[in-house]
């Protein structure tokens, strides 16, 4: 075991994410010992330059067109591998500047996600992340835990979500209440907290992956700013009834999806406005989906991830939701750095050997620790 987990006592750790929107490196430092979270520290933001998220969005494309069937886009994956190294260890030292505090002596990096199959019919999922965990250790200069999902998927969970374990912690400190969190990035997931404790988490579907995919495509920009097309636009009633038939809805969690399984082709033949407007309402309508499959319905739901800055998706969810829906903000909470700072406590878990997935939330037949550690 790593020197850095003997120790009980709660240390800073940091933790790193770049998300599937492919628009930032984000990371945060938290105070923890893997169960508890006693402290937050700094957070920064390393916006990807142009160039960077050309070569990942290739990989990306790369990947979907590869799906693990033939010779895989090695050159490719390589060159998104250095992107991530590079980016992250910038970004690693904004974070130390921006912190005057006890200095980290671990981090936890997701590395950027180009693939990921659910397990299905019997046959086992896949996943894969970018990362290059022995350079990432070299640049980040502290042991790294890295590579969180793969053990899940080869024990038959579906790799996803991994959040839950950090929300159950961030739940915890609001009084253990029942509760759901809803993080709103690329996919949209949900972890519930039952009123016997027990956590339940799935992805309910999109969030902001198909919108911005739809507003980048017609040269308007990475995303929808403020939900104005959305806003500007009429949802296509007829066309989200067809949307809701897919057998997604009717499968029961845990459940996980790749980020393009639902695709900006849903709304192709509309308007501008209207395709925003109709994938926006396919978000928060599938959210309400995702709720009315739990035993017991959220007292409330606190949004996080970048979606919650979008006013008229934000809307939409609270339309589509039958309890009050809040932004992790008012309940205290650092929205935009909830994930970074997911993988920071996911790493101090590696670290000290404790589960990160359940078969509650990633359908695994046992708690499961997961993660590589480099020392």
């Not at 959040?163 to 509760?179: F, I, M, N, S, V």
């Not at 066309?239 to 969690?253: E, M, V």
């Not at 969810?317 to 750095?337: I, K, M, N, Q």
Request: proline share 6%; hydrophobic share 40%.
């Amino acid at each position: 075991m790593n020197s850095v987990c003997e120790k009980s006592e709660p240390q800073w750790v940091a933790g790193f994410m770049s998300g599937t929107s492919l628009d930032a490196v984000d990371a945060a430092l938290i105070l923890t010992d893997g169960e508890s979270v006693l402290d937050f520290g700094a957070t920064v933001e390393r916006k990807y330059l142009p160039e960077e998220r050309r070569i990942l969005q290739q990989a990306t494309e790369a990947a979907r067109a590869w799906n693990w069937t033939g010779e895989a886009p090695e050159a490719l994956f390589a060159q998104a591998r250095d992107v991530i190294t590079s980016t992250h260890q910038a970004t690693w030292q904004m974070l130390l500047e921006a912190w005057s505090g006890t200095q980290p002596v671990l981090a936890g990096v997701h590395g950027q996600t180009v693939l990921h199959l659910a397990p299905k019919d019997g046959r086992k999922g896949r996943t894969l992340q970018l990362i290059d965990g022995p350079a990432m250790r070299r640049a980040l200069g502290v042991p790294l835990a890295y590579d969180f999902r793969t053990h899940d998927v080869s024990q038959g969970g579906q790799g996803a979500p991994l959040a839950p374990a950090y929300h159950a912690a961030l739940l915890r400190r609001l009084g253990g209440e029942t509760a759901c969190v809803l993080n709103l990035g690329g996919v949209a997931n949900i972890t519930a907290r039952m009123s016997d404790g027990a956590l339940v988490a799935f992805d309910t579907g999109p969030a902001n992956g198909p919108v911005d995919e739809w507003i980048e495509a017609r040269g308007q920009g990475t995303h929808d700013v403020d939900g104005r097309f959305a806003a500007a636009g009429q949802a296509d009633e007829a066309l989200l009834a067809g949307l809701f038939q897919r057998d997604w809805f009717r499968q029961p969690p845990p459940k996980s999806l790749d980020r393009y399984d639902f695709s900006a082709e849903m709304v192709r033949g509309l308007s501008l406005e209207d395709g925003a407007a109709t994938l926006t309402q396919f978000s928060a309508r599938a959210v309400a989906a995702g709720l009315s499959q739990l035993a017991e319905y959220p007292r409330r739901v606190i949004a996080c991830g970048g979606g919650r800055h979008n006013p008229t998706l934000m809307a939409a969810l609270r339309d589509a939701v039958s309890c009050p829906v809040l932004t992790a903000e008012e309940v205290g909470w650092r929205g935009d750095s909830i994930e970074a700072e997911a993988f920071a406590y996911l790493a101090a878990r590696t670290a000290k050997g404790l589960p990160i997935s359940w078969p509650e939330t990633t359908g695994v037949p046992t708690p499961l620790t997961g993660g590589k550690l480099l020392d």
